[in-house]
């Protein structure tokens, strides 16, 4: 556990090492945060859940950070709002890190001599927790340097061209009849992934590989942002509200598309996926290619028993990449993980028998199953050993800014 915890820290700072401490500051939006919050944030979810609990004689170290950087735990206490953490000047960077550090030497402490029963399962929950802010780190910068005239990038070498072409989409049978869906076996889980229950899955077909550039730029060519037809109507108010023409961060120059990427302005690779369009794109576009999104138990069925393998925040790219070719001589599906996150057409709701947690843990997950679309598979920014197929992540239907996808089904 010892090596976990390091090593997860570790790399946490390791995505913005290097980076002028502007960059980790600046708040572009408020759904973001500030990369220098996320640092101190889950520092914070260790000092308050782990270290507090286990030593009577923890002394935290700073008694503002308590508020400072409590997320949305209305029971541990108040809570700095959101929308104005990039106000938060002070604390500096350099405390920020002496925080990191602190905690992180009172923590090895211990895990060196133990603590009580829950100590492993707490541990394992806030490296989960961690893995999800490093996924939002990248997000938030992202987003933050695409408001940026000079159009910097966070690595030169990032979202560089892969030179592959994308494999003909082909359509894949889905499994039919009672199926069981949720968390199975050993292993870490949300609790929001369980409990394991039964579901009715209907003859269902699977597209073989996520929605390329080349495909959503003919919806968008074929006027897909003016037809309202193809739109839900919260979705066609807010592309009108908000100006919606393209995924994004696409732009126009001179004729032919470009995107804003972490390694900066990039011609649009015809062959990656398409990413940074939300659930209303998604369903819009797919309502124009006529299929629609997978319910997240018909992808839960199709990625069960396939292994955790593709294009993660570890390959370095930081951008989707072209599909590998299928398997030779049957219709399976590729690109089931990592690259982009896949909308699904499932709210964010609790599963049969789910109850959340006991204390303050259980606002992890569960006030948050209202208004918020299913996700399923990873993305190029999400650490490999983070997903699974029973991974539920979530987010409203406006989102844009996460590296989310498409994958279409269609009625068998």
């Not at 199926?179 to 077909?205: I, K, S, Y």
């Amino acid at each position: 556990m010892r090596a976990d915890y390091l090593r997860v820290r570790a790399a946490t700072e390791l995505l913005v090492a290097g980076l002028p401490g502007e960059d980790l500051v600046v708040q572009s939006m408020p759904d973001a945060s500030p990369a220098k919050w996320h640092l101190a944030h889950t520092t914070w979810f260790f000092e308050t859940f782990v270290l507090g609990p286990a030593q009577a004689d923890y002394r935290p170290f700073h008694p503002a950070f308590a508020s400072l950087y409590n997320s949305y735990y209305e029971s541990v206490g108040p809570q700095f709002a959101r929308p104005r953490r990039g106000l938060l000047s002070r604390p500096t960077l350099a405390e920020v890190a002496q925080y990191r550090a602190h905690v992180d030497a009172a923590m090895v402490e211990l895990l060196a001599r133990g603590g009580p029963a829950w100590l492993g399962e707490r541990v394992r929950l806030g490296l989960e927790h961690e893995q999800q802010h490093q996924e939002l780190i990248l997000m938030d910068l992202a987003h933050l340097f695409a408001q940026n005239p000079l159009l910097p990038a966070l690595r030169a070498d990032a979202a560089a061209p892969s030179g592959r072409e994308a494999p003909a989409l082909r359509w894949c049978p889905g499994p039919t009849g009672v199926r069981e869906v949720g968390h199975a076996g050993d292993g870490f889980q949300f609790d929001n992934e369980g409990p394991r229950h039964q579901t009715l899955l209907r003859p269902f077909a699977f597209a073989s590989r996520c929605t390329t550039n080349a495909e959503y730029a003919e919806f968008v060519a074929d006027g897909g942002y003016r037809r309202s037809a193809l739109w839900l109507s919260d979705g066609w108010a807010l592309a009108q509200a908000e100006g919606w023409t393209a995924p994004l961060y696409w732009y126009m120059s001179e004729g032919t598309w470009y995107e804003m990427t972490l390694g900066g302005p990039r011609p649009l690779d015809p062959h990656a996926p398409v990413v940074h369009v939300s659930h209303y794109e998604a369903d819009a576009f797919a309502r124009w290619a006529d299929a629609r999104l997978p319910t997240e138990f018909e992808w839960e069925a199709m990625a069960e028993g396939v292994a955790v393998a593709g294009n993660f925040v570890e390959s370095g790219r930081l951008h989707p990449t072209a599909a590998d070719p299928p398997p030779p001589g049957r219709a399976a599906p590729t690109q089931l993980f990592g690259d982009v996150w896949e909308w699904t057409a499932s709210a964010y709701l609790p599963y049969p028998g789910y109850r959340p947690p006991e204390g303050a843990l259980g606002e992890y997950n569960g006030k948050f199953m209202s208004n918020q679309m299913v996700l399923r598979g990873g993305s190029c920014a999400s650490p490999r050993d983070h997903l699974r197929a029973s991974y539920r992540n979530f987010f409203p239907p406006r989102a844009r800014w996460p590296f989310t996808g498409i994958r279409l089904t269609k009625d068998a």
